[in-house]
């Protein structure tokens, strides 16, 4: 996985403006989704973005993750949300295994060296893991609104 430290505003703002301009990004769309008024992303300034939002990194996370979306690399994106699932919510390779109906290695290895996992099996890890993402992503929502309470 690609590692992002050194994340700046100019990266996250240059980020959020390619969204808007290459893949014509709704705005209202793009301000709902971010917590951030219509009128302060259309700014384009960065100090008033990450003034009106109440998480920096939450944000930027968001902006990122929407670029990622765009890209071509499959392997990269199931990877990490199998990563997600993995590290985040202690979901194991063997249940992710079972429950596609592969072997642990390949699973493993999606997200080590997805050259080596099967066009066939990538597809079967990636139905399960899409699937408990969306289930699990509930639970992360409400582990941020937990976090907002004890703010």
């Known amino acids: 996985m ?3 430290q050194g994340t700046t505003i100019k990266d996250v703002m240059e980020t959020l403006q390619l969204l808007i301009e290459k893949y014509k990004f709704n705005i209202d769309v793009l301000s709902k989704l971010l917590d951030v008024k219509k009128e302060v992303i259309l700014s384009k300034d960065e100090k008033k973005l990450f003034e009106n939002s109440k998480d920096f990194s939450k944000l930027s ?8 979306s765009g890209k071509d690399d499959a392997d990269f994106k199931i990877g990490a949300f199998l990563q997600v699932l993995l590290e985040y919510h202690s979901i194991s390779t063997e249940t992710i295994a079972l429950m596609s109906g592969v072997s642990e290695k390949e699973v493993s290895d999606l997200v080590e060296n997805p050259k080596l996992v099967p066009l066939e099996s990538k597809y079967k890890i990636s139905k399960t893991v899409m699937s408990l993402r969306f289930f699990f992503k509930e639970l992360e929502h409400k582990f941020y609104l937990k976090v907002e309470c004890y703010k």
């Not at 996370?61 to 990622?68: C, H, R, V």
Request: glycine share 0%.
């Open 2 to 4: 690609k590692d992002v």
């Open 61 to 68: 996370d968001l902006i990122f993750m929407l670029e990622l």
